[in-house]
Structures are given as C-alpha cells and as structure tokens.
C-alpha cells in the first residue's frame, strides 16, 4: 500500500466525547466549508503535521481498551486517499470507525476518492455545521447533520447519548477541551 502523507492537527489517545466508549481520535489539518460558529477554527488553514496513515494507525492500535477510533477536523475528506489508507488499517483490528464530515452523504457519494475513503468506516457524521440549530448533546452538533450508517455497528441512540464534552488533562500537563460543546461561547 502506498504511502500518503496525511496532514494531521492532533491525535488523542483517549475520549469519551467523541463517539461511544473510550476512542482515539484524529483531528486532520485543513478545511474549506467555512461553517458559521465552527469549534475547530484553528483547523482551518492548511498545515499540520505530515504523517503517515500507518505512523497513526500504529499509535491507535497500541492504544489498549478502546472500542473504536475518531477522524474529526478539519475536513476528514478533503484528504481522502490518507484517511482511506488509515481505515483500511485500523478495520482488520475490529475497532469501530466513526468520521465527522462537514459534507453531506450526498456530496460524499458523488464524489468517488470521498466514497472510497469511507468503505471501510461504520459511521459518517455528514453535513455541514448550523450554530442556530446547535443540538446540545451527541455527535451530530447541530440537527440539520445527519447520521449515515454504512454499518450496523453504531444506531442513532448510542451516538445522541454521547457527553456534550470533555477537558482532557495529559501527563505533561496538556490541556484538551474536546466534544461538541458550546463551551467558548457560540
Ligand atoms: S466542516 Fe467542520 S471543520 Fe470545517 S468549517 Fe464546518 S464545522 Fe468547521
């Protein structure tokens, strides 16, 4: 398999706020949907670090207890050669595969890298953001987005009881406020 680098803003080796149970999580580096009230401005700009899929595939697969893996952004798909080559590592392990995507399942499905890049994961969160429909709880954000089950493996209900948020505090002191909170304000 070649080889794609994949330019990512942060991983995170333990959540709970981004999906059911304990999950990794990868935040990709870059987006041009330009959601009003987005929560990750500064993943907008291109950038990041270049790594490898298998480089991150491996730090997801050491990681011991967690039930599935994250790829949140940024846009996910506006690099979909390297996330398709991360999940079709991450799949053979049996850990679930949940993307967060500002496009809709239309504008995934009509665009044949973006379909590709998501054959191998169990749900999409799709659409863009909407801050006056901003839901208060789950993975959605805001109602208009939509939950695509490409697999049976994840049901609405599991993904709607997700915590609005969490404060991640690591061992070197890092602080990581992630979720779909509302905390700074919008
Ligand atoms: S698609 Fe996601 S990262 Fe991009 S602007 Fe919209 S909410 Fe923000």
């Known amino acids: ?111 044949p890298r973006r379909l590709a890049a998501v054959q191998d994961v169990d749900m999409v969160v799709a659409g863009r953001y909407n801050p006056r429909l901003y839901l208060g709880a789950g993975l959605r954000g805001s109602s208009n987005k939509e939950y695509w089950a490409i697999t049976p493996r994840y049901r609405e209900e599991d993904l709607a009881a997700v915590p609005e948020g969490e404060v991640v505090i690591s061992a070197d002191g890092t602080v990581t406020v992630t979720g779909m909170h509302a905390w700074g304000g919008r």
Do not use: K, Y
């Open 1 to 111: 398999m070649a080889l794609t680098a994949w330019q990512v803003h942060a991983t995170l080796s333990r959540s709970a706020a981004n999906g059911p149970g304990t999950r990794f999580v990868v935040w990709t580096q870059g987006c041009s949907l330009g959601c009003e009230g987005c929560f990750n401005p500064e993943t907008h700009a291109p950038g990041g670090t270049p790594r490898s899929p298998a480089d991150v595939a491996a730090e997801a697969l050491a990681e011991p207890g967690v039930e599935g893996v994250t790829i949140s952004g940024g846009e996910p798909l506006e690099q979909p050669e390297p996330l398709r080559e991360f999940c079709a590592l991450i799949r053979p392990s049996g850990l679930g595969i949940i993307v967060l995507s500002g496009f809709s399942r239309a504008e995934i499905e009509a665009n």
